[in-house]
Structures are given as structure tokens and as C-alpha cells.
């Protein structure tokens, strides 16, 4: 007698069949502490989330920055029209990170954060470049709150440093 196998949690070790929120950071991210933030302010919203990292890139290539709307001297977190810093996936940047990561998700809802720790939450359905919301690594726990209100569909909560896209 044939048995359909038995989608446990040890069939799926990963869990990328499980519904969650997909969080997708760069490799070089220096504070690990904005994650356990992320996950935290989702924990306590009961949405689960699966954390990803971008692969470095191989030794001949480098990570690009030339492309994106940010520099260092304007601050750390400002891009020129005030929201998430761009870049491309493969790159780092926080939106594109986010973008990739919700397109993952089988919730339609990813976070990306880049290596400086600058965050962004994006709907699947909305367009590449336009992100639900954006924030410092200090709203790292509101964050995480947002992404899963955003799954479960109720008002977002407010946390100064944080911005609507």
C-alpha cells in the first residue's frame, strides 16, 4: 500500500512551504540585534517569519553602490525622495530587499534590511519601487509589528523614524 507523504517538520526542514513572512538581509549587516527586533514585533502579532540571506556576491564581482539614491555624507538612512534606499536585490538596498523577499513570501509580505540596518516592508502586489513602510533600525520591533499587520490586514502602528511610502 502507497502512502502520500507526510508533510511534517522534518519533510521541510527549511519551511519554505510553511506561510510566512519572508525577512531577507544583507550579508554584511554589522547589528544582528534589528533581526531579532523584526522577529519579536512579529512574534507578538503571531504571524511567523523565515529569515534569508542574500548571498555574497563571488570574489571577481562586488557589491554595487553607485546606483543608489543615498550617500553617506546625506546621512545614513536618507534617500533623495525620503524613502527606502534603493539598490538592487543582488546589491543590498532595503526596498529591493524587501521587494525580492515579498515576492518569496507565501504571504505576499517580506522585509528587507540592508547592511546599514535601514528596513522596508513590501506587499507583493505593489509595485517594486513603492514600499508599505520604511524605517531606522530603532523602529526594528515596529517594523516587525507592521509586517504582520500587513498580512493579517489591520492599521499599522506609528513609531517616530519610521515613514509611509
Do not use: W
Not at 40 to 59: D, K, L, T
Not at 83 to 100: K, Q, T, V
Not at 118 to 125: P, R
Request: with cysteine; aromatic share 4%.
Amino acid at each position: 500500500m502507497h502512502h502520500a507523504p507526510v508533510n511534517d517538520r522534518h519533510s521541510d526542514r527549511a519551511g519554505r512551504n510553511r506561510p510566512a513572512v519572508v525577512l531577507l538581509h544583507h550579508p554584511d549587516l554589522g547589528n544582528r540585534h534589528c533581526l531579532r527586533e523584526i522577529t519579536a514585533g512579529m512574534e507578538e502579532e503571531g504571524v511567523p517569519c523565515r529569515i534569508e540571506s542574500v548571498p555574497r556576491p563571488a570574489e571577481n564581482e562586488s557589491y554595487r553602490t553607485e546606483d543608489r539614491p543615498y550617500r553617506a555624507e546625506n546621512g545614513p538612512y536618507r534617500a533623495e525622495n525620503g524613502s527606502c534606499p534603493a539598490g538592487n536585490a543582488a546589491d543590498g538596498g532595503a526596498r529591493e530587499l524587501a521587494f525580492a523577499a515579498a515576492q518569496a513570501s507565501n504571504l505576499d509580505v517580506g522585509i528587507g534590511v540592508d547592511a546599514a540596518g535601514y528596513i522596508c516592508v513590501h506587499h507583493a502586489k505593489l509595485p517594486p519601487d513603492a514600499p508599505a513602510v520604511a524605517g531606522p533600525p530603532s523602529s526594528a520591533r515596529t517594523m516587525g509589528h507592521n509586517a504582520a499587520r500587513l498580512v493579517v490586514g489591520i492599521p499599522f502602528k506609528q513609531q517616530e523614524g519610521s515613514s509611509h511610502a
